[in-house]
């Protein structure tokens, strides 16, 4: 009786059968940091998705601000929101293109574990921070995710390794989906090594562009007849339309172009769009102002606290591996360097609330207990 195939050789097989020739096949994966036995049911990529999903950090993105600042509406978008939203948006467009969907949906899944409370604001505010007291270095979403794969969650593979040892693949995906709040243009996708990488990058900006705009409007911040008139007749009056056309765009430009990208008019209107929310939106002084303060001052407190006073983060650094050289973690704890970056790790893994209750029991006195 001839023995059957594992269930993932048949699907390696339908993959090279059915996929693009521009496309990243699980079976010809880079590898890993640590060697692992294969799985007889998923493919590399398949197992990645599956670690990030059930990953501690995914699940804190529930209670991380994707625009607005602890909602009390039941609608408003947070970071897992945006993280689901991008991955359904890459994903229709790599089955479009015949590209890895696995690989996609890894990538997608895995692209915010890093961002700390609070949005784009909490990271530039945590970056100000940490170049304050290190000349070198700084703090970056998008970095700060693949360290979040590749230390700071539980180990796979073996017990002396930390991080979810993710494949060459999704990691590079991962570390280079992001210019942040700024203008990408099609050149800067080249440093995306795989075709499904630069997917998830261009779905980023489709989803964050018209959900941010769309909790804007829900939350009466910009209205609809504020919205650029070149964006209402050439994109359309509501999300579901706009991200229709720019997906379609995407889709019909690559395969004619062969490379994955936007028409030259659809990249101008995203620009125009942009630029919109930044003035609108994300940097409106007037609307958010005295809010970013705040957030400032909690986050800027509590930082300087846990920097100057080390032994507060003991508990939170003594479930990694000590760094080569050193005896204990409080000897350490001494080096600046070691210890901003642990303090960045330990900021930037919390919640909205939690960073909040946190400063509360740091810096609010207690009622007298009589």
Known sequence: MQ?????????????????????????????????????????????????????????????????FFFPLGDHYRTRLIHVLEVSQIAR?????????????????????????????????????????????????????????????????GSK??????????????ILNHSKGLKEIKNSDLNKISTYEGIVVALSDRIAYLNHDLDDAIRGGVIK???????????????????????VKDLINNSLKSGKIEFSEDIENLIDIFLLFLKEKLYYNEKLR????????????????????????????????????????WEDALTFLPIRVRYVCDYISGMSDEFLLLNFNETFIPKPWQI
Not at 26 to 50: A, H, L, P
Not at 304 to 313: G, K
Request: hydrophobic share 30%.
């Open 224 to 246: 609809t007849n504020e919205i650029p008139k070149e964006i209402i007749k050439n994109l359309g009056k509501d999300s579901g339309k706009r991200i229709d056309v720019m």
């Open 160 to 173: 002396k390794t930390t991080g979810l040892n993710l494949t060459w693949e999704v990691r590079d995906g």
């Open 289 to 328: 102002g005295q809010e970013i303060r705040r957030i400032e001052m909690v986050m800027s407190n509590l930082f300087d606290f846990y920097v100057e006073n080390p032994e507060s983060i003991l508990n939170f650094v003594k479930k990694y591996e000590l760094p080569v050289s050193y005896k204990t």
């Open 92 to 156: 229709v467009i790599g089955r479009a293109l015949k590209l890895n969907e696995d690989l996609i949906e890894a990538i997608s899944l895995g692209h915010d574990l890093g961002h700390p409370p609070f949005g784009h604001i909490g990271e530039e505010i945590l970056n100000k921070k940490y170049k304050e007291y290190v000349s070198s270095g700084g703090f970056k979403h998008n970095e700060q995710s693949l360290r979040v794969v590749d230390f700071l969650e539980e180990g796979y």
């Open 3 to 67: 023995k059957k195939k594992p269930i993932r050789i048949v699907v390696e097989e339908l993959e090279e059968k059915n996929l693009s020739s521009i496309a990243t096949l699980s079976s010809k994966s880079r590898g890993r940091i640590y060697k692992e036995k294969k799985c007889n049911i998923r493919t590399d990529f398949q197992r990645d998705r599956d670690r990030i999903i059930h990953s501690k950090s995914l699940r804190r993105l529930k209670e991380k601000t994707q625009v």
